[in-house]
């Protein structure tokens, strides 16, 4: 499995926010998008989900534009923002199951408690979403992360925000074991983090950004 930008450039409004983006990674890697505030990290990782389209350039799955195997790449694809894109008046274990099924990879509400379970949510996860902390809600977000039939291709933006010292090694090894099974990962984040699998890379958002 591939994933790559051509030539990618995002603008809003009259700005510019990068041009001539190039990187292209494969079953394994971990890609970190970096760059200052407002440089457009997220706007690239949307357009990458195909939320957004680009100024100029494509976003390729197995070198097909993702345009136009829309389905087959949505299929394999998970997006994390920073909005956590969970509902508050579900219910945790709710939320997992409705986003599953969204995504087109439906689930049981035992696998959806089970993944609640391994990330220490079990005695929460019949509340209703709005109750809980910002750091729990956190977790029923990533609990997609921990499902058995989880996509490929993991697109993830300030994934470790909000997490306790714990939370944020547990959800490393994650990553980690998604790498070494052939996974890739696309993501934003503030922290040091260092992953021990796979090829780790680094694009930096700016003139010419290219890895």
């Known amino acids: 499995m ?23 990674i494969e079953s394994g890697d971990a890609l970190r998008i970096a760059g200052t505030n407002g440089s457009g990290k997220t706007s690239l990782l949307r357009l990458l989900c195909g939320l957004t389209h680009p100024a100029a350039g494509e976003v390729r799955w197995n070198g097909e534009n993702v345009r136009r195997a829309r389905d087959e790449y949505c299929s394999e694809l998970i997006y994390l923002g920073h909005a956590n894109g969970v509902k508050d008046d579900l219910a945790a274990w709710e939320n997992l199951t409705f986003n599953a099924t969204l995504s087109g990879h ?11 379970d391994l990330l220490g949510l079990d005695e929460v996860g019949h509340l209703p979403t709005r109750s809980l902390s910002q750091g ?39 990553l980690e ?14 922290q040091e983090i260092t992953l021990g699998a796979g090829r780790m890379l680094q694009l930096d958002l700016g003139e010419e950004a290219q890895c």
């Open 2 to 24: 591939t994933l790559q930008g051509y030539q990618l450039a995002c603008s809003r409004g009259e700005r510019h926010l990068f041009t001539d983006v190039n990187f292209e």
């Open 106 to 116: 439906p689930i049981t509400s035992q696998q959806a408690w089970d993944a609640l």
């Open 136 to 174: 729990q809600r956190k977790r029923v977000a990533l609990a997609r992360l921990w499902l058995e039939n989880a996509p490929r291709l993991w697109i993830l933006d300030e994934p470790f925000t909000a997490l306790d010292r714990d939370a944020v090694d547990q959800l490393c090894r994650r």
């Open 177 to 190: 074991h998604h790498l070494a099974s052939g996974g890739l990962v696309v993501y934003t984040t503030h």
